[in-house]
């Protein structure tokens, strides 16, 4: 019995070792360079000796956000530990689709301005600044820059520009709870510092070795071409990139060690308690600030139920493509130090989840522009270019809450038999298992699909017809990918699951977190998911990664600088 109980801990410090390896770049089983007090001392297999360590800097969750905040305070100085409480690193940024939205004039360059995209722009010619609320002066600067392009731009070069993503994140958010009572908007200062600092994001993170793809896409309710994505499999480059660059700069990363509270001395926050996964307990000190980037809680069905304001219905089994780890720790531990929560009541269903699993992958599609989504009569049902909620609510009408993505050989991505997606699954797997359907005619796939004879048929020949027109008279979608017409047909089934908590943590743009009365809570920083007042009733497709990078690096540099 001894035996195999240290067996299996000589087996649990290898597992630990090479996961640590693969995600952090060493080779050893400690991650990286001792950050102060009795930092670097073994803690792995402990039995209980309890743990204290001092750095700068604490940063709790070891995904995007964390490792962000922890490579920026180590840039600016400070000595770092990051805790992780799961065995990986990675939380919900690891398993993102990766893709980050961005105003980036060089890339965007190779984007075509269509008649559709053309005519959104021109329409915000009429928007009111009174119906805009803090956003109005913005809305202003932005009618002179569309004046300005009409009068003078290519106009077969896309527009963009910082205050349109401003408009389009303001307008994508706006949200009225189903009561009626309660609406909500992006707080204009962290808007803008979002959209302001991503391109600089993209930057530092290529300064950092992570490589870009030139080409410029929608991802699925972003609403205007400005999304990026890196040459690494889905989320895994933001993780691979910053863990490394932290652990090089020399942070301390602890796997296996979960917060539990925040110490606060005379109305500062100064430090954390935490366990590790065997018992062990944990103090941290900081001597400048905690940074708490924990996530969400998308996978915590009871907070879900308790402050959903938007869904009628948001039942406990309701599936999530979010890590298990996403269970609102860093809200309820800020919430215990008096920090204010803004926009808890709104969260984001992902319409295109796999319906057994609700995660993203097991599918085959591209971009939001390429996308044709039908119902299980084969009719289309939506502007399939519009916001996420708009996708869901009406996704979740159908029959069956379901849908199917239909594809052609080119607007699926031109898989290879034996080829992967991007997602990493195996597409023949997929094929096999009925995660995806393929036949080589369209009246082929609308029988395997079980819809009326013809429906399908039809319905994409009509849909094709509107790509000619770019102009769809029956959703009225905003921006067209190629028509579908290379066989094979894809159908990926497809319906909605939790995805994105967009409440939390007050901050302000300095990523401070901000207590009832809009002060600032000495020594307490906050960047990701944990916080809210960004994307108010429903965030756009790729501004997630954009924000925790974004507000990852500057809460980093603020604990580093205490300011
Ligand atoms: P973000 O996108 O905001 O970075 P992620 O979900 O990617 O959020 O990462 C949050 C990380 O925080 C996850 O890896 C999760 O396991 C970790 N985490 C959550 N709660 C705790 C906690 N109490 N202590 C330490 N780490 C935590």
Not at 395 to 416: H, R
Request: net charge positive.
């Amino acid at each position: 019995m001894k035996m195999k109980r240290i067996n299996s801990k000589v087996i649990l410090c290898l597992m630990l070792s090479a996961i640590m390896a693969l995600t952090t770049g060493c080779s050893g089983g400690a991650a990286g360079t001792p950050a102060g007090g009795d930092a670097g001392k073994a803690a792995a297999g402990s039995t209980g000796a309890a743990i204290n360590k001092t750095a700068d800097v604490i940063v709790v969750g070891g995904g995007g956000a964390g490792l962000a905040a922890a490579t920026s305070a180590a840039e600016n100085g400070a000595s770092v530990i990051l805790i992780e409480k799961a065995a990986i690193l990675g939380g919900n940024t690891a398993r993102s689709g990766g893709v980050f939205n961005a105003v980036d004039p060089e890339r965007q360059k190779n984007v075509k301005m269509t008649k559709p995209l053309l005519e959104d722009l021109t329409a915000l010619l009429d928007a009111k600044e009174s119906d805009f609320g803090d956003f109005g002066p913005t809305l202003t600067v932005l009618k002179g820059q569309i004046r300005e392009y009409l009068k003078s731009g290519d106009k077969n070069v896309l527009f963009d520009s910082v205050e349109l993503h401003m408009i389009h994140t303001y307008l994508g958010g706006k949200r009225v709870s189903l009561d009626g009572k309660t609406t909500i908007t992006g707080k204009l200062d962290l808007v803008r510092t979002l959209c302001t600092n991503a391109l600089g994001s993209i930057q530092w993170l290529e300064g950092y070795g992570l490589k870009w793809n030139d080409n410029i896409s929608t991802v699925l309710g972003a609403l205007w071409p400005r999304t990026h994505s890196n040459t690494m499999p889905v989320g895994s480059g933001y993780i691979k990139t910053l863990s490394d660059a932290a652990v090089k700069l020399g942070a301390e990363i602890m796997l296996e060690t979960k917060a539990n509270e925040l110490i606060v001395e005379n109305g500062k926050v100064v430090g954390v308690k935490a366990t590790k996964t065997d018992g062990t307990p944990v103090t941290l000190r900081a001597n400048k600030g905690v940074v708490m980037a924990t996530g969400g809680f998308g996978a915590n069905p009871e907070m879900r139920a308790k402050y959903n304001i938007y869904w009628e219905k948001m039942p406990l089994d309701m599936p999530t493509t979010n890590s298990p780890t996403a269970t609102g720790d860093g809200i309820i531990m800020g919430e215990a130090v008096g920090a204010n929560l803004v926009g808890m009541g709104f969260i984001q269903l992902m319409p295109s989840s796999q319906p057994v699993t609700g995660l993203l992958s097991g599918g085959l599609w591209s971009s939001a522009e390429s996308q044709v989504f039908v119902n299980k009569e084969g009719k289309r049902f939506v502007n399939e270019y519009a916001e996420r909620d708009v996708l869901s609510k009406a996704a979740l009408k159908q029959t069956d809450s379901m849908f199917y993505i239909i594809c052609d050989q080119v607007t699926a991505g031109n898989p290879q038999p034996g080829g992967k997606n991007g997602w990493g699954d195996n597409i023949d797997d997929l094929i096999k298992t009925k995660s995806v359907y393929k036949a080589d005619t369209l009246e082929d796939l609308e029988k395997q699909l079980g819809m009326p004879s013809g429906a399908l048929v039809a319905e994409i020949r009509k849909y094709n017809s509107y790509i000619d027109n770019q102009k769809d008279p029956d959703f009225g979608k905003k921006n067209f990918g190629p028509k579908l017409e290379k066989p094979p047909f894809y159908a990926t089934p497809r319906t909605s699951s939790v995805h994105h908590t967009m409440g939390g943590l007050e901050i302000d743009s300095y990523a401070r977190v901000l207590d009832k009365s809009g002060k600032v809570i000495p020594g307490f920083y906050a960047a990701g998911e944990v916080t809210g007042g960004i994307h108010a009733g429903n965030r756009l497709g790729g501004n997630a990664v954009a924000d925790i990078i974004t507000f990852g690096r500057i809460a980093g540099k603020s604990a580093a600088k205490a300011q």
